[in-house]
């Protein structure tokens, strides 16, 4: 399975933000999937995650500004981000519970 993370890049504080995760080579299976990112000099962190029937789940730090969601037409999972904060900053990858298979990240940068 291959993940290709779209949708980062530079945003003031405030601002929303819509990261997509597009799954391939994973012959149609509806996965459990989720979000990570990990700032400069700290861990990976679990931002949210959803399993195939759309249930999700979110870290404590990210409930309320975070939306995570699928098209599982198109093989896509979704992060939105609301009222983003400096703290916010970091590589944010997709993950494939499943298939153990990370995508290759894409850059977040909340500064004014």
């Known amino acids: 399975v291959q993940l290709q993370a779209s949708g980062g890049g530079l945003v003031q504080p405030g601002e929303s933000l819509t990261l997509s995760c597009t799954a391939s080579g994973n012959r149609g299976r509806i996965n459990n999937m989720g979000w990570f990112r990990q700032a400069p000099g700290k861990w990976r962190e679990l931002v949210a995650n959803?399993?195939?029937?759309?249930?999700?789940g979110y870290a404590n730090s990210t409930k309320g500004r975070f939306t995570i969601s699928r098209d599982n037409a198109k093989n896509t999972v979704s992060l939105q981000i609301h009222s983003l904060k400096p703290e916010d900053t970091a590589v944010y990858y997709c993950y494939d519970y499943s298939e153990n298979s990370w995508g290759q990240g894409t850059l977040v940068t909340v500064s004014s």
């Open positions: 959803i399993q195939s029937d759309g249930t999700t």
